[in-house]
């Protein structure tokens, strides 16, 4: 079994950075890829970032140039570095799971963790 702990939300003002984190306890996750997804309230959960277990990353087109992932696997930690925030990317982000490629469906990951809000104020 795995549980996914995300952490590093919070409220900055635009302009401003955070870096999440999302740890792994349980088995190791080193050959699983791995992604970010948010959820902004009333809207579904879309995907941000994924990272393969040979470390080649994916960005949505609303993260490239701001965010950057990356995973630490002897620390079975997954990061999302994110910059030039605005209020659009307010929402509750969290870290998923899934043994195979990165996909962009949020329904094809296997696991996932509570979540961590993040805000963005104007």
């Known amino acids: 079994q795995v549980q996914l702990v995300e952490s590093g939300g919070g409220l900055v003002q635009a302009g401003g950075s955070l870096r999440l984190s999302c740890a792994a306890n349980?088995?190791?996750?080193?050959?699983?890829?791995m992604a970010w997804f948010r959820q902004a309230p009333g809207q579904e959960r879309e995907f941000v970032a994924a990272?393969?277990?040979?470390?080649?990353?994916w960005l949505a087109d609303s993260a490239k140039g701001r965010f950057t992932i990356s995973r630490d696997k002897p620390k079975k930690t997954l990061y999302l570095q994110m910059n030039l925030l605005t209020p659009e990317d307010t929402a509750v982000y969290y870290c998923?799971?899934?043994?195979?490629?990165?996909?962009?469906?949020?329904?094809?990951?296997?696991?996932w963790g509570q979540g961590t809000q993040v805000t963005i104020s104007s």
């Open positions: 998923a799971a899934r043994d195979g490629i990165p996909k962009y469906e949020a329904t094809l990951y296997d696991f």
């Open positions: 349980g088995r190791s996750l080193d050959d699983y890829s």
């Open positions: 990272i393969s277990w040979s470390t080649n990353t």
